[in-house]
T-cell receptor
Framework: AQSVTQPDIHITVSEGASLELRCNYS??????LFWYVQSPGQGLQLLLK??????LVQGIKGFEAEFKRSQSSFNLRKPSVHWSDAAEYFC??????????FGKGTKLSVKP | DGGITQSPKYLFRKEGQNVTLSCEQN?????MYWYRQDPGQGLRLIYY???????QKGDIAEGYSVSREKKESFPLTVTSAQKNPTAFYLC????????????FGEGSRLTVL
């Protein structure tokens, strides 16, 4: 079955430090992959997406993600974290039936 | 501006009562979805609809019902049969021919007293 794993439940980084959130998926073909962000008590906002082409994709708010087929990974990165980035982040592959597969997410806390 | 509107944002209900959550979109999207979110659990699919007058059960449909009489609207009813209805509910939509990304509303938090 298709699945997604975000190994880190909770990450804390200092403001201004770099960030990498890990994501691994299981899927035979090249997947459609998304990263969403959710601020507390809010809906989800799309940060970026990958479905073909350049494996390094740029998103909003200074985020980027790299698709690595050999590692079945789609890690999210940001060179310098801002306090407003504190939120929950979801790596979401699209399943073979067109449905999106949500994992449990990674909660990011930012220290001043 | 186009988007998805969920109402109410907060709702309290006594046990044994049905409650209906509203979801309206003006994005002209064909597909609409309802998800439930519990702390530390991610999102779980309740129901979805690909077209007007048609909908399918998701992974956790028991105790919920939906209707899709208009393209713009996809209300969710949480019935008294839902054993643990306290949760955050998210509505989403997707356009035809898109790469599959969903657009989400701001959510509705239901608390059963």
């Amino acid at each position: 079955a298709q699945s997604v794993t975000q190994p880190d439940i909770h990450i804390t980084v200092s403001e201004g430090a770099s960030l990498e959130l890990r994501c691994n998926y299981s899927y035979g073909a090249t997947p459609y992959l998304f990263w969403y962000v959710q601020s507390p008590g809010q809906g989800l906002q799309l940060l970026l997406k990958y479905f073909s082409g350049d494996t390094l994709v740029q998103g909003i708010k200074g985020f980027e993600a790299e698709f690595k087929r050999s590692q079945s990974s789609f890690n999210l990165r940001k060179p310098s974290v801002h306090w407003s980035d504190a939120a929950e982040y979801f790596c979401v592959p699209r399943g073979s039936q067109g449905n999106l597969i949500f994992g449990k997410g990674t909660k990011l806390s930012v220290k001043p | 501006d186009g988007g998805i509107t969920q109402s109410p944002k907060y709702l309290f209900r006594k046990e044994g009562q049905n409650v209906t959550l509203s979801c309206e979109q003006n994005l002209n999207h064909d597909a609409m979805y309802w998800y439930r979110q519990d702390p530390g659990q991610g999102l779980r699919l309740i129901y979805y609809s690909q077209i007007v007058n048609d909908f399918q059960k998701g992974d956790i449909a028991e105790g919920y019902s939906v209707s899709r009489e208009k393209k713009e609207s996809f209300p969710l009813t949480v019935t008294s049969a839902q054993k643990n209805p306290t949760a955050f509910y998210l509505c989403a939509s997707r356009g035809r021919g898109s790469t599959g990304e969903l657009f989400f509303g701001e959510g509705s938090r239901l608390t059963v007293l």
